[in-house]
């Protein structure tokens, strides 16, 4: 993962978050050079991003790329998601498996609830999104701030995504290829699935009942 951003962006400021990892993560990630935070606990996808989003924000970034250490995102995809982030005016771009030509086979008891999710997410924000579940991601400065103070710790992806659009964001979507999962595997396996995705569906019924962070 760090080799493919070096090889296409070799300008990037990489930071990795060692979210309470026993394995040699760190010492890997430092030493091919970049930054990393290693967290004392396990805090879990959303505590792990929003670790990412203060430092971004205390640093000053403009421009903050999500990014996956488990091999499915590939960084020559990293220029779609620029594109509406400079140029459209969207404040946060998902890249999407499930839009273009080659879209992205899932495993079916995965893919149903995606589509149930996709369904879901886009009645709640009035906008079609295909990949809820995507964490394949660039956001602008205003987006890194309002994640800095606000950020989802259950079903992060998801609720993000309704949490950006109650609070007046602008949200764009692109086709991205992804590969398969190269290394560790997915904490929701096919027989979770769909318990997974009714707790995802609770918890974005219960976000709409909540007020909208100021931005």
Do not use: C
């Not at 005016?89 to 992205?104: L, P």
């Not at 609720?159 to 007046?168: C, F, H, S, T």
């Amino acid at each position: 993962m760090l080799e493919d951003i070096n090889a296409h962006f070799p300008a990037a400021d990489i930071v990795v978050i060692n979210d309470g990892s026993t394995d040699a993560t760190s010492a890997v990630a430092k030493t091919s050079g970049a930054k990393v935070i290693d967290l004392p606990h396990n805090l879990g996808i959303g505590g792990a991003m929003q670790t990412g989003y203060k430092y971004a924000e205390q640093r000053g970034y403009d421009v903050v790329i999500q990014f996956d250490g488990d091999g499915q995102h590939r960084a020559d995809q990293l220029e779609t998601l620029f594109e509406p982030l400079l140029n459209n005016g969207a404040d946060m771009v998902i890249g999407s498996r499930f839009i273009g030509e080659k879209a992205y086979k899932s495993k079916f008891s995965r893919l149903i609830g995606i589509k149930i999710l996709s369904g879901a997410v886009s009645l709640l924000t009035g906008k079609r999104i295909t990949d809820p579940t995507s964490g394949f991601r660039a956001a602008n400065r205003r987006v890194v701030e309002f994640f800095s103070r606000y950020y989802p710790d259950d079903y992060p992806e998801p609720e993000a995504v309704v949490l950006l659009k109650r609070a007046g964001f602008k949200i764009a979507e692109v086709p991205a290829l992804m590969r398969e999962r190269q290394a560790g595997s997915s904490s929701i396996t096919a027989f979770k699935s769909l318990y997974y995705m009714l707790k995802v569906l609770l918890a974005i019924f219960i976000d709409m009942l909540k007020r909208v962070p100021g931005r």
